[in-house]
Every structure is written in structure tokens, then in C-alpha cells.
Nanobody
Framework: QVQLVESGGGLVQAGASLRLSCAAS????????MGWFRQAPGKEREFVAA????????YYADSVKGRFTISRDNAKNTVYLQMTSLKPEDTAVYYC???????????????????WGQGTQVTVSS
């Protein structure tokens, strides 16, 4: 069955870095674009970043542009989110998701993604 398993979350101080990983199995990973979303307590799930099937195209939310980098390794069926200069407002549960399409107009919409992981907590203290 399809599985997306996130890892790499934790508690860090403001200004620190973290790298999240999402290991995929049970489907053709290289045929799907991948996204990262996050959800803070009491807030809606929000788009963070997305990457196309081969990794040649990426897209970021304005709030993380220049600080976060999404990448993928299709040989390892894994997508990464490198987070630098973390801020307290980055605190959230981070989810990876898979989408069989790559449409810039809808990639920020959670409902269009086909598969989701269980999430990993990132907490940034001030």
C-alpha cells in the first residue's frame, strides 16, 4: 500500500536549521510531483513547497522563499525539505504529499494531492 513517512522534525531554536525527509513507497514515486505542507494549531493546512517529477521545477510559498529548499532523490524514493533560518512562526506539523499532476494553479491546494504522510512536528523556540 502507499506510504509516505516523514522524519527529521524536532525542537530547535530560532535561526537553526532542520532537514525533513519523506520516504515514499507503494507507488511510482518518480511519476508524481511532491509537496510539503504545514499545519499549526488552530490554523488551516498551508502550502510550503512543491517539486516536479524530475526535480527540475520547484515552487515555494512566499513565507519560506529563500529559507527553505525542496529537493528529491528518485533513486531513493525520498523528498527533502531543507529549512534554514527557522522562525517561531515556522512551528507546525509538516506533511509531505504526492500529486500525479503538476499544475502551478492548484499545487497549493491540499485537496488535489493524492497521498499524504502522517506528519512530523517542528517546533522553533524564540
Amino acid at each position: 500500500q502507499v506510504q509516505l513517512v516523514e522524519s527529521g522534525g524536532g525542537l530547535v531554536q530560532a535561526g537553526a536549521s532542520l532537514r525533513l525527509s519523506c520516504a515514499a513507497s507503494g507507488y511510482s514515486f518518480s511519476s508524481y510531483s511532491m509537496g510539503w505542507f504545514r499545519q499549526a494549531p488552530g490554523k488551516e493546512r498551508e502550502f510550503v513547497a512543491a517539486i516536479s517529477w524530475t526535480g527540475s521545477n520547484t515552487y515555494y510559498a512566499d513565507s519560506v522563499k529563500g529559507r527553505f529548499t525542496i529537493s528529491r532523490d528518485n533513486a531513493k524514493n525520498t523528498v527533502y525539505l531543507q529549512m534554514t533560518s527557522l522562525k517561531p512562526e515556522d512551528t507546525a506539523v509538516y506533511y509531505c504529499a504526492a500529486d500525479r499532476n503538476w499544475f502551478v494553479s492548484t499545487m497549493t491546494v491540499p485537496s488535489i494531492y493524492d497521498y499524504w504522510g502522517q506528519g512530523t512536528q517542528v517546533t522553533v523556540s524564540s
